[in-house]
């Protein structure tokens, strides 16, 4: 639906009915609830009707429903001010903490950075830049807490196409009952970590963060080097502070 309560525009009304129909997953819609859950004018839903049909994206079923006829789905769940708000805050986090700061996103099988910031003072380098891509197949603290958010339909149609191993600097391949132990380990986890870092030497610490209907949005990350610490107990519980 719109993103604040600024007056609809011709284009969000069309992208709300757009979405209304993708949510809908084929099955068969009354124009006139449509209308009503959209908060659109029987009018102006038959107007985007139309221009939909005659388009082909949607086929009538009759006179008063109507069937999608496309795949519409945005891989990043995020509007334009969450964006912003979300570069200020990692900023700040980085700054303050001497951390990097990711935000990861999922597309398709893979995960997607989609934004990171730094210190100018950090003595370290991470391969994994904004437009960085990479699979799941290595169930380190990313890959965890996300295929922890998936529901087991979703997780045993991956097992047909990705060899899950574990992280660090010794990877091994993992069957299918012991990856499934490592994802299960993570579902009631909200921060998570690998504090012997991963083959590069770095270490992160990462939650996930849902929309307002409780969906999967995105990661948060922050990666340091993997050195070691006088007192990890204490440096785990900043760092999830941090997070949290």
Same mark, same amino acid.
Request: glycine residues 6%; proline residues 5%.
């Given at each position: 639906?719109?993103?604040?309560? =600024?007056?609809?525009?011709?284009?969000?009304?069309? +992208?709300?009915? +757009?979405?209304?129909?993708?949510?809908?997953?084929?099955?068969?819609?009354? $124009?006139?609830?449509?209308?009503?859950?959209?908060?659109?004018?029987?009018?102006?839903?038959? =107007?985007?009707?139309?221009?939909?049909?005659?388009?082909?994206?949607?086929?009538?079923?009759?006179?008063?429903?109507?069937?999608?006829?496309?795949? !519409? $789905?945005?891989?990043?769940?995020?509007?334009?001010?969450? $964006?912003?708000?979300?570069?200020?805050?990692?900023? /700040?986090?980085?700054? &303050?903490?001497?951390?990097?700061?990711?935000?990861?996103?999922?597309?398709?099988?893979?995960?997607?950075? &989609?934004?990171?910031?730094?210190?100018?003072?950090?003595?370290?380098?991470?391969?994994? &830049?904004?437009?960085?891509?990479?699979?799941?197949?290595?169930?380190?603290?990313?890959?965890?807490?996300?295929?922890?958010?998936?529901?087991?339909?979703?997780?045993?149609?991956? !097992?047909?196409?990705?060899? !899950?191993?574990?992280?660090?600097?010794?990877?091994?391949? +993992?069957?299918?009952?012991?990856?499934? /132990?490592?994802?299960?380990?993570?579902?009631?986890?909200?921060?998570?970590?690998?504090?012997?870092?991963?083959? $590069?030497?770095?270490?992160? !610490?990462?939650?996930?963060?849902?929309?307002? /209907?409780?969906?999967?949005?995105?990661?948060?990350?922050?990666?340091?080097?993997?050195?070691?610490?006088?007192?990890?107990?204490?440096?785990?519980?900043?760092?999830?502070?941090?997070?949290?």
């Amino acid at each position: 639906m719109a993103q604040d309560d =600024r007056p609809t525009t011709p284009n969000d009304r069309m +992208l709300m009915v +757009l979405e209304y129909l993708s949510g809908a997953k084929q099955a068969p819609v009354r $124009q006139a609830d449509m209308a009503r859950d959209c908060g659109i004018s029987p009018a102006t839903l038959s =107007r985007i009707i139309n221009v939909l049909s005659e388009w082909g994206y949607v086929l009538r079923t009759n006179k008063n429903q109507v069937i999608g006829n496309f795949r !519409f $789905q945005r891989n990043v769940r995020m509007s334009e001010s969450y $964006q912003l708000f979300l570069n200020t805050m990692i900023t /700040e986090i980085g700054a &303050q903490h001497n951390l990097v700061v990711e935000v990861i996103v999922n597309a398709g099988n893979d995960l997607f950075w &989609q934004s990171s910031t730094a210190p100018s003072n950090r003595s370290f380098s991470l391969r994994a &830049q904004p437009g960085f891509r990479r699979g799941l197949m290595e169930l380190d603290v990313l890959s965890r807490l996300y295929l922890a958010r998936l529901s087991g339909e979703q997780l045993r149609s991956l !097992f047909d196409r990705v060899n !899950f191993s574990t992280t660090g600097v010794h990877m091994k391949l +993992l069957s299918e009952p012991e990856a499934l /132990e490592v994802i299960e380990a993570a579902r009631p986890k909200l921060v998570d970590w690998d504090f012997d870092g991963n083959r $590069q030497g770095i270490r992160r !610490f990462a939650t996930y963060i849902t929309d307002p /209907e409780g969906n999967f949005a995105h990661l948060l990350s922050l990666a340091e080097p993997a050195t070691p610490t006088r007192d990890r107990s204490a440096h785990e519980a900043e760092i999830s502070e941090i997070l949290n």
